[in-house]
């Protein structure tokens, strides 16, 4: 297997779309005006040792050897998120499998307990690794995550070194400081960002309030209901500290986002590791970036002065492209 030696922080390969010129319209453009995609897929329901699921959409070939792809969403996103589907086409065109988790809750229906998902449920993506090694045995395993799910792969990374189950990974747009990043989204346009999200985990944790309802499951609904009430919480603090921590075993925001922020897990990193950011990504301050000493000598860190959060778009207005889709393939290849 192919080592990096040097942990190098560069900038080389994309060229920003001149006609999104702001991180706000790199980030904005592929949710909003992307023309949508559709991929045949398959779905399997793995079952968790707490007895709840996680559902993992499979696109690509059967063979029992081809590489495969395990792709990670983002905070409130899904296996049906563009950045997710783009991908996952392009790997198919290259003859790779792969299969795009669900974390708990966001296949389309309410996960079956209190709990859900966060930034550091790195106890879920092992169990889905040891899944995928068991069900393909023969296949070279990669990982990419975006965002909340680069965060959470980035951290198990850290956690597992030699034994983390993959040959490579790459991780796009992580939050490294989770508190920090909680703070740069409550700033400027990037409000837009915070409200977006407060209104997608409120209407979450309502989901699964009516489910439990529904089903009659009296103490699941103690569980939400000794939370408090879900007004008034505008923030990732608010939100993480009333609902986050107490239902993930955590003391506080704080406790949570200390031991759940990937930044504090790099250095035992062993497999070959890309990281893909823009320094003008609108939900991490550039102070919240790892600097190279701080990186493992198989992880190396592409640097980009513009691309916003996973935005990455380039080509022309009539023809864009999506750098991303081009650039993991490629390096991910290039590591087998």
């Known amino acids: 297997m192919n080592q990096f030696h040097s942990p190098a922080i560069t900038s080389l390969g994309f060229q920003p779309a001149w006609w999104l ?11 909003f005006c992307r023309k949508p995609l559709h991929l045949e897929r398959r779905r399997e329901r ?36 563009l950045y997710v589907v783009g991908l996952q086409q392009e790997m198919a065109t290259r003859g790779w499998a792969s299969v795009a988790i669900n974390w708990r809750g966001c296949s389309g229906e309410p996960n079956l307990l209190p709990r859900g998902y966060h930034s550091g449920v790195s106890e879920d993506l092992a169990t889905t690794v040891r899944h995928l090694r068991t069900s393909r045995p023969l296949a070279p395993l ?21 034994d983390c189950g993959l040959d490579a990974a790459v991780a796009v747009s992580v939050p490294y400081r989770l508190d920090q ?13 915070q409200a977006h999200f407060m209104r997608e985990m409120v209407a979450y944790v309502k989901g699964k309030q009516r489910l439990f309802e529904h089903q009659g499951h009296a103490e699941h609904l103690s569980t939400l209901a ?6 008034g919480l505008r923030t990732f603090w608010d939100f993480d500290g009333r609902i986050t921590a107490p239902l993930h ?3 506080d925001a704080q406790d949570y986002y200390r031991r759940a922020s990937s930044r504090y897990y790099l250095g ?13 990504d609108p939900f991490v301050f550039r102070h919240s970036l790892p600097e190279a000493h701080e990186l493992s000598a198989s992880t190396r860190m592409e640097l980009h002065g513009q691309g916003g959060h996973v935005g990455f778009v380039e080509g022309s207005p009539q023809k864009p492209a999506y750098y991303l889709e081009r650039r993991i393939p490629g390096w991910l290849a290039s590591v087998r």
């Open 249 to 251: 075993g955590f003391s």
């Open 181 to 193: 990043c909680a703070d740069r989204i409550a700033l400027g346009f990037s409000r837009v960002y």
């Open 226 to 231: 000794s939370l408090g009430s879900l007004d």
């Open 268 to 280: 035992g990193i062993r497999i070959p590791t890309l990281l893909i950011q823009a320094a003008d």
């Open 21 to 31: 010129p702001s991180p706000h319209l790199q980030t904005l453009w592929s949710p």
């Open 142 to 162: 990669y990982a990419v995550g975006y965002s909340l799910g680069g965060n959470v792969l980035l951290k198990y990374l850290g956690e597992t070194g030699d």
């Open 46 to 81: 793995l079952w968790l040792d707490d007895g709840d699921f996680l559902d993992l959409d499979w696109h690509g070939p059967h063979e029992a050897s081809a590489p495969l792809v395990l792709v990670l969403h983002g905070l409130t996103g899904s296996s049906n998120s």
